[in-house]
């Protein structure tokens, strides 16, 4: 079965600072996978896919994945967060029926 | 831009009451979904429907029913909504069966006394 498990419940970090959310995935298949975002009050907005090709896929908002098969993991990165970034995080990955299957989130906190 | 609308942002019922919470999209997508989201659970699938008329069961259908007559609309029923329904609920579209994005609406915060 499909599954998505994003180990980090809640991450803080600095402005300005380096951010890294993980994301492992579980599927039969080549996965075709997704990050979005979810800001307070709001519903998901997408921020990055990969489907095939360059394991390195860029994004709105200075974001950026790797896609790693061998450790099942497509990790979202951004080498300078901004205060704005504060934000709920959320993996999927697409099933070719059109379902998604999302991970749990990660919330980020970015400190002055 | 593709744009999800949901009827109402908050919304207040009673324990008993019938609800219906309204999604619509206005890009011709043919795939609509209705997931509850809540602390520490995530987004679980509740109902999609890949055509008119046409619905899937998803991860927890008990408590729901939908309805989707047109293409464009998709609606969530509680035929007697319960406090455990007390939820944020999210309707998405996406363009057709397969690998494809999907696109949100605001969300209704819903809220069972």
């Known amino acids: 079965a499909q ?7 809640h991450i803080t970090v600095s402005e300005g600072a380096s951010l890294e959310l993980r994301c492992n995935y579980s599927y039969g298949a080549t996965p075709y996978l997704f990050w979005y975002v979810q800001s ?8 990055l896919k990969y489907f095939s090709g360059d394991t390195l896929v860029q994004g709105i908002k200075g974001f950026e994945a790797e896609f790693k098969r061998s450790q099942s993991s497509f990790n979202l990165r951004k ?4 205060w704005s970034d504060a934000a709920e995080y959320f993996c999927a990955v697409v099933h070719r029926a059109g379902k ?10 970015v400190k002055p | 831009d593709v744009k999800v609308t949901q009827s109402s942002r908050y919304l207040v019922k009673r324990t008993g009451e019938k609800v219906f919470l309204e999604c619509v999209q ?34 927890i259908p008990e408590g729901y029913s939908v309805s989707r007559e047109k293409k464009e609309r998709f ?8 406090t455990n329904q007390t939820s944020m609920y999210l309707c998405a579209s996406s363009k057709s069966l397969g690998l494809y994005e ?7 915060r819903l809220t069972v006394t």
């Open chain 2, 102 to 108: 999907q696109y949100f609406g605001p969300g209704t």
């Open chain 1, 79 to 82: 080498p300078s967060v901004h």
């Open chain 1, 100 to 109: 998604s299957t999302f991970g749990d989130g990660t919330t980020l906190t």
């Open chain 2, 26 to 59: 206005d890009m011709d997508h043919e795939n609509m979904f209705w997931y509850r989201q809540d602390p520490g659970l995530g987004l679980r699938l509740i109902y999609f429907s890949y055509d008119v008329k046409m619905k899937e069961k998803g991860d």
């Open chain 1, 3 to 9: 599954s998505v498990t994003q180990p980090d419940i």
């Open chain 2, 75 to 82: 609606s969530l029923i509680l035929e007697s909504a319960s």
């Open chain 1, 40 to 47: 307070p009050g709001q519903g998901l907005q997408l921020l």
